[in-house]
């Protein structure tokens, strides 16, 4: 049975999204045609759709497309799966095991807030290379996200569960397979969704600063050199590059936890 929240009619689930993403380029194509200026707001220098489409396309056909996106993507999913990994596997510990969490959680908790413009400078002075920095940027921005929905799906497990399996002489790692993993695992997911977009935010922010080639790094030199269009192709393809990011991970989720999703639409 589908939820109240979804439109029962598939084809509405086409339509509307479309109106919505068509709204939006009309309402686009109108200020930017008659330089609408509010005081706070200005489009009088935004360019309008027709531009960023040819600017788009002279992209699109020229030989630097592939270098840019082959350096974002490749800096975006190296800092990304090693975030993953270590924010999947830092979080089942610690919120399994209250001790690891007093030891670990309180120097996290301190770095978290720190913005990803802020850790460049000692990026730079730590790794031998550019590039490394900026993967290591992009696993900051991935890190925390991960981790903290890890840590919240795990101390959300039914302790009834663990309980009943420790007294069926489940051993530790048994219980932390079958029952912690996979009643975590829609938490986790979430938090390997959300991580992939903040690993694109924080790739653009050292794309700027380091980086030769990238998306970032020619949406910023687009500015610099006044190229107007081309900061809006690099801002439109930064958002297509990071939502197909996110729903590819959660098309991954859905696959690999199945019962959650046909619980919910019960």
């Not at 209250?98 to 770095?111: F, N, R, T």
């Not at 935010?201 to 910023?220: D, H, K, N, P, R």
């Not at 590819?248 to 989720?253: M, Y």
């Amino acid at each position: 049975m589908a939820t109240a929240s979804s439109p029962t009619n598939p084809w509405l689930r086409i339509i509307l999204p479309s109106l919505s993403l068509l709204a939006c380029l009309v309402l686009w194509h109108l200020a930017a045609t008659y330089k609408l200026d509010l005081g706070l707001v200005s489009f009088v220098y935004v360019p309008p759709p027709a531009a960023v489409a040819e600017a788009a396309w002279n992209l699109a056909t020229s030989p630097k497309l592939l270098p840019h996106l082959g350096s974002s993507l490749g800096r975006v999913f190296a800092g990304y799966f090693a975030a993953a990994v270590l924010g999947v596997g830092i979080g089942l510990f610690i919120g399994r095991w209250k001790s690891l969490e007093s030891i670990l959680l309180p120097p996290l908790e301190v770095l978290r807030p720190i913005p990803a413009v802020a850790w460049i400078p000692l990026a730079i002075l730590m790794f031998p290379s550019s590039e490394l920095s900026m993967i290591f940027i992009t696993f900051t921005g991935a890190l925390f996200p991960i981790l903290l929905n890890t840590i919240h799906g795990v101390e959300a497990v039914d302790k009834r569960l663990v309980a009943s399996a420790r007294s069926l002489g489940a051993k530790p790692w048994a219980i932390l397979r079958e029952i912690i993993l996979p009643g975590a695992a829609p938490s986790i997911i979430t938090g390997l969704s959300i991580g992939m977009g903040t690993s694109w935010f924080c790739l653009v922010t050292a794309e700027m600063v380091s980086g030769q080639w990238g998306i970032g790094y020619y949406t910023w030199e687009s500015y610099l050199i006044r190229r107007y269009p081309d900061i809006v192709v690099g801002m439109l393809l930064i958002g297509v590059l990071g939502m197909g990011s996110s729903f590819l991970i959660k098309s991954t989720g859905r696959f690999l936890i199945p019962w959650y999703h046909l619980r919910r639409n019960v």
